[in-house]
């Protein structure tokens, strides 16, 4: 399955990341928290979770993949009001 090559991907870029992914067929939303972001910009941050799939997205296998990238104190403060679940 195509999410789960996606998941497998960032992973082993980020392996301290928090990782939530949704969409289906070739469009993903992929959400990451990793401390490796720290001093990056939101450029810098895209960037680097797009590298981990770049393969798929030359190809044409991924079509549309949006990326929000957070440190986990961006996260923290961000959505400590909210009771959101992301998968380690």
């Known amino acids: 399955m195509l999410s789960d090559e996606i998941h497998q991907a960032i992973k082993s870029s980020f392996p301290d990341a928090a ?6 067929d070739c469009s993903f939303q992929v959400t990451v928290i990793s401390d490796g972001f720290d001093g990056l910009s939101v450029v810098k941050r895209q960037q680097q979770v797009l590298a981990t799939v770049h393969d798929k997205l030359t190809s044409g296998e991924i079509h549309a993949l949006s990326v929000s990238a957070f440190t986990l104190a961006e996260w923290e403060v961000k959505y400590s009001q909210h009771l ?3 998968k380690m």
């Open 19 to 24: 990782i939530n992914l949704d969409g289906e």
């Open 84 to 86: 959101v679940s992301i």
